[in-house]
């Protein structure tokens, strides 16, 4: 059959065979569904004098509308006809290899590949990278589904970065593009771009040499200098009073206002506050006194008998002395009355 | 101040316009993720045939849009389990129209009556064609 392929939407190319398969003289006649009428190709592809196939220009290619393809083989006055085919030319797109390919450092273990595509429409695009490093022995293709509205195709692939003693790795990477569902139906992947290399290639003793160098630098130039500058600080702080001051402030100490008191005045406040020596004397007393002892007498009343069970009083007899043992004084001059 | 005015508005504006451009191709992709949807959920036999407008040319696209407006309406969902996408997707795709200069020489009717699977493939590369 005849293969048809659209360069990048620039061209088309249809091809019925190779110079080692055809032997007759072929010619081409094309024509669109219901538009056009039948046309020969006006630009035959030879190979060694043999047409094998036939060139489109832009403008002869319509895209979304039937194409047919009849190719005559005219041999010894023979025609053969090899079969009409039908195609849909939007699913025989072939964009052209991206190019622009550009390695950025992102991060510590992160790189970001971007490229753009000389396809007229971006977001009609799909594309699959595949990289390995120098000690890989395959090939890692990635292929998302990377979608963009407009503007450049651009993709990213996140990359282990090597390791800081691995200094002969580097790495290799390549795209390529393919139409998506979105603007066709077609299987058909670009070529592989130009590579594009990150990482160091050389493996000779000066590189290894440059990197021990680094190495010194790093472990012991910095760590010295470092801690002369730590040093250099140090001094200037205890030796300048200034600076000593701001970071080692001095706590007030009250006990020099109290020397006096404790050590001068030997704790004696008044002394010390200033209190008149007259005024002090006349708290002190100048009498003497006696104590006095106070004890409490015993009383009469405390020894009559007491009536039990009897509720008059005992009789007192006018004339007679209230109790026998009485003994008064006046007890004759009562008599004499 | 008003020349500051008049240019902050017409920078807006063209910014506007700038933004706008990717979100016709966002809707169209949308729209073809959702025709993707339906070709696996509606239902393909003992239904009624629909005019599929097939490749149009470029002042038939309009025309071949509305025709597709109307057919998308008649779809059915293959079982009670999908009905709810279905519906769905055709809530999303009943609103696809496209404008483009030029008359029409055919109509809708004139176009052949095709399964709701071969509808639908249509359908997908006009919006192919025109994303």
């Known amino acids: 059959g005849?293969?048809?392929?659209?360069?990048?939407?620039?061209?088309?190319?249809c091809v019925w065979g190779s110079r080692e398969t055809l032997t007759a003289n072929y010619s081409l006649y094309y024509w669109y569904e219901n538009r056009s009428p039948v046309v020969e190709c006006k630009q035959y592809l030879q190979d060694r004098g043999v047409s094998i196939g036939c060139h489109f220009n832009q403008s002869e290619i319509i895209q979304f509308q039937p194409f047919h393809v009849l190719v005559n083989a005219s041999l010894g006055g023979r025609t053969l006809e090899i079969?009409?085919?039908?195609?849909?030319?939007?699913?025989?797109?072939?964009?052209?290899?991206?190019?622009?390919l550009t390695i950025r450092n992102m991060s510590s273990n992160q790189l970001q590949l971007t490229w753009s595509s000389p396809y007229p429409r971006a977001h009609c695009l799909q594309h699959a990278v595949r990289y390995k490093s120098n000690k890989d022995t395959s090939w890692t293709v990635r292929a998302p589904w990377i979608r963009h509205p407009y503007g450049c195709a651009r993709g990213r692939a996140v990359h282990q970065?090597?390791?800081?003693?691995?200094?002969?790795?580097?790495?290799?990477?390549?795209?390529?593009?393919?139409?998506?569902?979105?603007?066709?139906?077609?299987?058909?992947?670009?070529?592989?771009?130009?590579p594009v290399v990150w990482g160091s290639n050389s493996t000779s003793k000066g590189m290894v040499e440059e990197q021990l160098h680094w190495f010194w630098i790093h472990m012991v130039l910095i760590p010295v200098a470092s801690c002369l500058l730590l040093l250099v600080l140090v001094v200037l702080l205890v030796r300048m009073e200034r600076v000593w001051v701001i970071l080692m402030p001095r706590i007030p100490n009250p006990s020099k206002n109290f020397d006096e008191l404790f050590i001068t005045h030997n704790g004696n406040f008044q002394e010390w506050a200033g209190v008149p020596k007259d005024f002090m004397e006349s708290f002190k007393p100048n009498y003497s006194e006696n104590i006095c002892y106070v004890s409490e007498l015993p009383t009469k009343e405390s020894?009559?008998?007491r009536w039990e069970g009897s509720n008059h009083p005992p009789s007192v007899m006018p004339g007679s002395p209230a109790a026998p043992q009485e003994h008064s004084p006046y007890k004759n001059s009562y008599v004499g009355a | 101040?008003?020349?500051?005015?008049?240019?902050?508005?017409?920078?807006?504006?063209?910014?506007?316009?700038?933004?706008?451009?990717?979100h016709k191709i966002t809707?169209?992709?949308?729209?073809?993720?959702?025709?993707?949807?339906?070709?696996?959920?509606v239902k393909d036999k003992d239904v009624e045939l629909l005019h599929t407008p097939e490749n149009p040319v470029d002042e038939c696209l309009s025309t071949a849009a509305t025709c597709f407006q109307k057919g998308i309406l008649k779809l059915q969902p293959?079982?009670?389990?999908?009905?709810?996408?279905?519906t769905q997707a055709i809530k999303v795709l009943r609103r696809f129209t496209l404008s483009h200069p030029g008359k029409c020489e055919s109509s809708c009717e004139s176009y052949e009556k095709k399964n709701p699977k071969e509808f639908l493939k249509s359908f997908a590369k006009l919006i192919q064609k025109v994303i």
């Not at chain 1, 005849?2 to 190319?13: A, G, K, P």
């Not at chain 1, 079969?83 to 622009?100: G, I």
């Not at chain 2, 293959?78 to 279905?86: D, K, L, P, R």
Request: proline share 5%.
């Open chain 1, 2 to 13: 005849v293969e048809c392929v659209l360069f990048n939407e620039e061209y088309m190319t």
């Open chain 1, 161 to 194: 970065h090597p390791r800081h003693g691995d200094y002969e790795k580097y790495y290799t990477f390549y795209v390529r593009s393919k139409i998506n569902s979105y603007c066709g139906s077609t299987q058909l992947w670009s070529e592989w771009s130009v």
């Open chain 2, 78 to 86: 293959e079982n009670s389990q999908v009905n709810s996408t279905v």
């Open chain 2, 1 to 22: 101040m008003e020349r500051m005015i008049i240019f902050c508005m017409i920078f807006f504006c063209s910014s506007m316009a700038l933004t706008a451009a990717p």
């Open chain 2, 27 to 41: 809707k169209y992709k949308q729209l073809l993720k959702t025709i993707n949807l339906l070709e696996i959920t």
């Open chain 1, 303 to 305: 020894y009559e008998p």
């Open chain 1, 83 to 100: 079969p009409s085919e039908r195609m849909e030319l939007q699913d025989l797109v072939k964009p052209e290899a991206p190019v622009n």
